[in-house]
């Protein structure tokens, strides 16, 4: 069973920066698809960056692109989303997600979710 858990978010101002970050656990194998989702109160879920655990290319929504990253820290089994230059645009929560085939398939049915962590712009 795959647990996630995010932390990191919190009030910032506009231009500002923030970090999520997403550890992961029981998560086994040779790697999984690690996606960042966010969603604001009355808008759909959307990805915004993923990578594969296992190693190759990211992705990165144009709504967050040359603003946020998406990284991993292997030895901690943990993601992080770099966030910088805040909009108030982007206050959402903000989950996190691992799907062994998302990366791939595109599809994120069946993936294992985080509880969520705030992030609210002003």
């Known amino acids: 069973h795959v647990q996630l858990v ?21 998560t086994t194998g040779s790697g ?3 996606g960042w989702f ?11 960056a993923s990578l594969y655990t296992g190693g190759g290319s990211t992705y990165h929504a144009d709504s967050v692109k040359g603003r946020f990253t998406i990284s991993q820290d292997n030895a901690k089994n ?28 595109g599809s994120w049915s069946g993936s294992y979710w985080g509880q969520g962590t705030q992030v609210t712009v002003s």
């Open 6 to 26: 995010e932390s990191g978010g919190e009030p910032v101002q506009a231009g500002g920066s923030l970090r999520l970050s997403c550890a992961a656990y029981g």
């Open 32 to 34: 999984y698809c690690m």
């Open 38 to 48: 966010r969603q604001a109160p009355g808008k759909e879920r959307e990805l915004i």
């Open 78 to 105: 943990t993601v992080y989303l770099q966030m910088n230059s805040l909009k108030p645009e982007d206050t959402a929560m903000y989950y996190c997600a691992a799907n062994a085939y998302a990366c791939y398939s």
